[in-house]
């Protein structure tokens, strides 16, 4: 049984956790309602679907879980392969609903896979796989690949590469640049006991010069009634082979992040230990979470590595704010008026604030590389799959038009390839044994 103790320094932690966790989530449903060109009346559905889903799977594992303070939510690399699936299939002329139908059959296996991962206590055994030198390009490039996405919100930029006049808004660049600055300089230069709330303020901050900036919402802004519904995102009868594998080889991947959020939380709960039981009740609940959205529309759901970033910023490991968060987060969801004005938030501001809250990636790149003794011989098991993976992420759709469908989705998504690439290399050449 968790106690909640409504003291002050319990409720601004819980607040700083339920803007975590508010950002996490709000900034996804604007870029889906944009890669697929849905309704400004969509949006409202997504997102609500979005606090509901996410507060209930970040209470699940906090109590049932892996029983710590880490967010799960709508995952990086879940949302970058159907962001890049989804923008790439559409400029070369798949319809909609055949990518969104494809994208829901995969993530459905995935999401089973899941499921028998953590019954069957292999989730340990695969998690060996992703050795120090695949967390280390892990992190990396999902980072660079995020950031990407954030400096997009940033900088009001679409998500979908079918979308003509494009072009970047100054005004809340500027705006949002400045909460960037905000926020790294209360984390950089403040004493521990205010940096610890510098996502807040900053998040908090934002908004209100927003208002006094423009006075005029933002155009991400969700309106109009909720209107519920399944698969949202649209549901045809057309499936694609290939947008399937690469969303069930997604949700393979992913385990890296429950691995990953898990083992990187170790040091802020050493009485706990690592045991085998922990990762076996994460991926269940993790898998169990991802079927409900599917026919919801909601990105799938894992164990976020970025918690660490927060842990370690704050200092504040308790479960006891992270559910008085979780609890935020659910109250939201469940009542449309304070979606409504939750939504309100706009894309730059929460872009920002997201942007910082992904850099301490770096920190857990680097901390894993600690761990591994580069030398001139060895790099390559780090250098081939970061550059191929950066060349992958950097290429225009229409070069892999000519490819087969059945791995075009698949070689579209830089980071997949890369990782699949860095966990092949790392298990297969045994790069302990060659000498320097």
């Known amino acids: 049984m968790v106690v909640l103790p409504l003291n002050q320094r319990n409720t601004l932690a819980g607040f700083q956790w339920f803007f975590f966790i508010f950002c996490n989530t709000v900034v996804v449903p604007p870029t889906l309602q944009s ?41 990086g690399l879940w949302w970058s392969t159907i962001l890049t699936v989804t923008v790439g299939e ?3 002329g798949t319809a909609f609903d055949s990518i969104a139908a494809s994208l829901a059959v995969g993530i459905f296996l995935s999401a089973v896979l899941t499921i028998i991962i953590g019954v069957s206590g292999i989730g340990h055994r695969l998690a060996k796989l992703f050795s120090p030198t695949v967390m280390v390009f892990f992190m990396l490039l999902l980072g660079a690949q995020l950031t990407t996405i954030f400096f997009k919100g940033m900088l009001g930029l ?3 590469s079918t979308q003509a006049n494009a072009a970047i808004q100054l005004a809340p660049f500027g705006l949002a640049l400045a909460v960037m600055i905000l926020v790294l300089g209360m984390i950089i230069f403040l ?6 709330y510098a996502l807040l303020t900053g998040t908090l901050a934002g908004w209100t010069s927003w208002y006094l900036l423009f006075r005029t919402p933002p155009a991400t802004a969700a309106s109009g009634p909720i209107h519920w519904q399944w698969f949202p995102l649209g549901y045809g009868e057309e499936l694609r082979p290939g947008i399937i594998l690469t969303a069930l080889l997604a949700g393979l991947v992913n385990i890296t992040n429950t691995y990953g959020a898990i083992r ?33 529309s909601v990105v799938p759901f894992s164990p976020f590595v970025s918690s660490i970033g927060l842990l370690t910023q704050t200092g504040e490991t308790s479960r006891q704010p992270f559910i008085i968060g979780c609890l935020c987060c659910l109250l939201v969801g469940l009542f449309t008026p304070l979606t409504h004005f939750f939504t309100t938030l706009p894309l730059p501001i929460s872009s920002a604030v997201m942007l910082v809250s992904y850099l301490p990636l770096l920190y857990s790149s680097l901390s894993f590389s600690k761990q591994i003794t580069f030398t001139a011989r060895n790099i390559y098991r780090l250098a081939l799959p970061l550059f191929i993976g950066i060349f992958l992420m950097g290429l225009p759709p229409v070069y892999l038009q000519t490819l087969p469908l059945i791995i075009r989705p698949l070689l579209g998504n830089g980071l997949l390839i890369g990782v699949l690439l860095a966990v092949v290399m790392e298990n297969l050449i045994p790069w302990d044994r060659i000498k320097s």
């Open 264 to 296: 990187g939380t170790d040091v802020f709960y050493p009485q706990q230990g690592a045991s085998n039981s922990r990762y076996r009740r994460s991926f269940i609940i993790s898998g169990l979470m991802t079927l409900i959205t599917v026919p919801l």
């Open 158 to 160: 679409p998500f979908s």
């Open 90 to 92: 559409a400029a070369r």
């Open 35 to 75: 890669a697929f060109q849905l309704p400004a009346s969509a949006l409202i559905t997504l997102t609500q679907y979005g606090f509901i889903t996410t507060g209930l799977a970040c209470l699940a594992q906090a109590l049932l879980g892996h029983r710590r303070a880490i967010m799960e939510g709508p995952t």
């Open 191 to 196: 004493p521990d006991g205010i940096a610890r």
